[in-house]
């Protein structure tokens, strides 16, 4: 019964669990002291520098250091049960810390871009409004500006070097404090972290049973995160995600990988661990494993990862398109690939096929590609090892069902396209303060996702793509990702993004942007190859040559940019 | 001229930066060069190929004595300098590249140094001792090998040498101008004009040689910043221990007089070749993502 209406259960390994019950513990924070138990001294995060210049904390240190945070943020902060605790900074070893405390201590963890402006920031800390902010050196100084009209009681200062050895730390404090001129003056009272730690060690040894008073005061089902979204469709909203939908959603992630050793994995985090996927999968997930974590604090340039290849055993690394695109164009990548991998994950936008096959052929590793939204935590569906598809997002997660359906919400037929609707525990409570928009994305205990997508024959589904992304040519649907995916098989094409611009002709054209890798390549060069590979409403009818595209902040391309570009010389015409 | 203190802070300031040059080195950097060597064989060329000519024509053409042209000879056979390595990164340059350039030039150089000088001290029939030549700069590999072994034991102590290598470069090269240039006010006075013009020019040829040469074979502008500046700028601390270790007295002052202006001008002419590339051309990285990825 249950395999008729789930067919993709066929393809789950053998040992693999279709259904999960009820997470393996209450909250993250029992999560991360039991895990913490098992792997003891083994390394758990290390963060490693462009130059090489690398710090560790070990399972138990992590444990202990954020037991004392915890105790630090209610006893000495003042903090109590559900108040919110911004994070703001890029990977290094505070971050687990910081992160790890908030949940002990029952508190919800607002993840923010580091590289937010004053003003993005004030609308999130107008919304959230965190009672404690953890942040880096690096941008403590906007939020001077920030905090004028959303004052933050507690702030915990960082910075990228935090429990690196101390020669190396001060090498990196002295470069980046009179070198790159990268830490301000921060004027705003603040206490340092290294010190809050202190604080709250000496507090819990003479507070006994603090923790557990904590831990007894949350229940499976309260906020743990409120992580915001909306970076490419233009109103952020907090999804609130539960202690419940986070660990089920690493559990899932995990059960369905079967080629993990636990103990034994070395991770590399590029993304940056405020970002949803990093959050679940890097940061919980591998902990999971018991897996050494290797953070990076900057990915760009990508050379800024050699040394992390080159001194670490990588045997898993996860990243979203551009990533392994640029890896595939580095030298230095192509001429070493790292010998340990077992394969790569990719989310956060679609993985183009061309992409894959040459991440793949280099490597000798597949990239597997997962979906899922933010409002998700995240990963919704993934390709299972050995059984991974070109162009598909794989197969739903154990206890996760997906389907298509129409404009009215009725199931389309198996092969046609329709909106991808989504149910399970990993799905948010619902948008912090936005019980409307909360109430157009949750129906009848469904996610709706705003993704245009196909379930294949045996469960395995497409993305064709966003649904108001798609384009429509002379009553045709013209979906940018097909475009955009044989254009980037183009060798003189190196990254692409196509839109849909009003045409009186057609009602709407296919308008391509690119940035070359060949020089000599124009226009109709471009048009000459989609008309061979494509019908002929889908080749694009006017082609712009860029420099560069614009970008989310974890490379997503955004198209809604290129759009809103558009429109503006439309108007101006 | 260059006195007993300020030759044994040449040799361990050399120690030094050869020692971090050694720690920022992995033996991928070197499987990664012999299997994709064009660059390198351009770098190669042009260090031991272009700049000894430009030596070559410069010490038969400027009206200068025997010792000077000892002098410019020796400071054109010269591997690249480590300095090369931070104008490099600045001018954003491939920092690679330019690293990988100094070590093989100064690894090749323990055979092609000799062999260039000797040739072309016997075209203009002067004398180069070149058995002390081939110890100095087999010397000069072991702080090498130390530091690709301290970086392989420990990540933490090899990028703590490196950065310290480049940072007392930059010191030590200040003090050396700065405590210098007061005490031989009158050998700068008394020096020909031939003399400087020799010195500087050295540099500069070497630099137009080097881009040119690159950009002839089509190199990426990034690359073709490198070598030019890895041709243009000499080891200029080497030459001087060189002809430290290698000439005696009266003698050795004299030789030393280009190696010791080439170094002072060398600074300048590169600092300006340096912020004419950044106007140029600064985006030449891999367009990603303006955030953390």
Known sequence: MTDQIHPWTAFYGPSVRKTIDAPAYRTIGDFVSATAELYGDRPAFTVCLPNGMNGT??????????????????EIAGLTTGDRVAIQMPNCLAYPIAAMAVFKAGCVVVNVNPLYTAEEMAKQFADAQPAAIFVVDMFADKLVETMQGHPIPNVIVTRIAEYMPAMPRGIVGLVQKYWDKTIKPITIPHIRLPDAVKAGRAKHAQTHNALEGYRRAIEPDDVACLQYTGGTTGVSKGAMLTHANILMNMEQTMEL???FEKGKEVALTALPLYHVFAFTVNFLGMFSQGAQNILIPNPRPLSNLKRAFENYKITWISGVNTLFNGLNGEIWFQDTPPKHLKFASSGGMALQGSVAEQWETLTGRPVLEGYGLTESSPILTFNPYGKSRVNSIGVPLPSTEVKCVDEDGVDVPQGDPGELIARGPQIMKGYWNMPEETAKTLQNGWLLTGDVGVMDEDGYFRIVDRKKDMIL???????????????????GVDEVAVIGVPDGASGEAVKAFIVKRDETLDQNAIRAYCKEHLTAYKVPKSVTFRDELPKSNVGKILRKDLRAEEQTKVENA | MVGPLEQAILAL????????MGASL?????TLALKRPYGLMIGVVSQYGFMPLIGFILATTLPVSDTIKIGILIMACMPGGTTSNIFTYFSKGNLALSVLMTVTSTVFGVILIPLVLVLYAGALDLDIPRENIIATLVLLLVPVAIGMVLRK???NVGAVTEFMGSMLAIFFILFLIVSW?????????????ATYFGSIVLGLFGFALGYGFSALLRLHPRNARTVALETGIQNGPLAIAIIAFTFAGTEAQAVMAVPVLYSLFIVITSTMLTLWFRQVNTAN?????????
């Open chain 1, 257 to 259: 990988i079967e080629q």
């Open chain 2, 153 to 155: 034991l420990n990540a």
């Open chain 2, 13 to 20: 300031m050399i120690f030094v930066i050869m020692l971090g």
């Open chain 2, 26 to 30: 992995t033996p991928r950097d070197f």
């Open chain 1, 57 to 74: 904390l070990s399972y138990a240190q992590a444990d202990e250091m954020s037991d004392a945070m915890a105790v630090y943020l209610r």
């Open chain 2, 285 to 293: 990285e891999q367009p990603l993502p303006n955030g953390l990825l």
């Open chain 2, 181 to 193: 240039i007061p005490r031989n006010w009158e050998f700068l006075l008394t020096t020909t004009w």
């Open chain 1, 473 to 491: 040519v002379s009553g045709f649907n013209v979906y940018p990702n097909e475009i955009e995916d044989t254009l980037a098989a183009h060798p």
